[in-house]
DNA sequence: TGGCTTCTGGGACCAAAGTCGCATTCGGCA
DNA sequence: TGCCGAATGCGACTTTGGTCCCAGAAGCCA
């Protein structure tokens, strides 16, 4: 059985995600605030962890910080669910490495597309050593064999992964136009037209081919 | 000595063409005419070839077969020059497995760009054996793996190649709209939003990782 | 101090992508 | 024969993406 934890204050929310998830057939555990998130993960050990960014207690990115310096809990996939007017202040989402962001409002599909690949990462990673698909974990690859800024790299990373100008903004706290800023010298740089030949380049990086 | 062979029958294009890949180092054959674009490629063994779909004698897909077919300079790396009204019809460019379609009119850098990267991939594959990049030889594997219709198959390596929806129109012989028809079909089986993550996971399953 | 790069944003504007609803053709298959 | 899925096509519309031009703040270095 698949269990999910979610850590979230907002009852509509819980119970959304309850529902789905649960039709789904996941088996899911609540916690309404920091602490109890990062006590649920510790004693339950759950499959995956879905995580609001704004909490009572502490918030989203005090949960992860704690959840990756325990080790054993920090290997757990986890999904920070967040609006877009909230900004990941400081960055430190990113910077701590979650796996993925997931924007409200979402759709039951966007959920479930979110949950179920990383879930599948996460086992290729148990399995294979290796991983089934691409290393999103760091930009560090795509700026240094692609001579580009942290920044652009950061961005190009998120572009890679199928997010849209306005959430890649939320999530590393820059307003949308500076994203098209960083997104058209990208293009120039590369010498390339558009995000997907820019998306085509960045796998390509991250699969080692090259 | 990179040796590019040009076969175009239009003497604008042809001047264009060479002057642009001149100032970039490479050395310029020319073909006016199908049969002669035949002759020299096998007796020339360029590097790369650019030819234009519509021809005196006959056209680009015939050159195109009668070069596969031959052996050896069938594997030299084929890219079509064509143009958006010009369908490519009964989708033979397609089957016959061209590396690429440049659509007229061209920018400089789409053209060396093309260039670049196609004599890249070649190099990769003499070299390193298996490629440099993703196999976008065959829709095939994503028809099976993804079961999705031929056609959407496609249609989404197409899609995967960075390539806009006017011109898969153009390379596959359909209406820019039949490609969103079957785009958004698409993103419905696929469950995901955007052509960017139909990227994502065309070159997940393409890299032989799923 | 002066120049340089990086990162950040705003406004205007055009092009491309994507959505919704509807309709036709064609080939298998019950 | 009649139905169905696959493939194709059109129109109208909304949303993103991308470009051009410009400009301020911060940090590094000669």
Known sequence: MTRILVV???????RSLETILSLEGYDVLVATS??????AAVRERPDLILCDVMMPGFDGHEVLRRLRADGDAGLTPFIFVTARAERADQRTGME?????????PFSREELLN????RLERAEALRAGGGGG???FSSPEPLQTRLGITPREAEVLLWVAQGKSNADIGGILGMAEKTVKTHLGNLFTKLG??????ATVLALEVLSGRR
């Open 96 to 104: 701590l490495g979650a796996d993925d962001y997931l924007t409200k």
């Open 8 to 14: 979230e204050d907002n009852p509509q929310i819980v």
């Open 114 to 117: 979110a949950v179920r690949s």
């Open 133 to 135: 698909a691409f290393d």
């Open 34 to 39: 920091g602490p109890d998130g990062v006590a």
């Open 192 to 197: 390339i037209e558009g995000r997907n030949a």
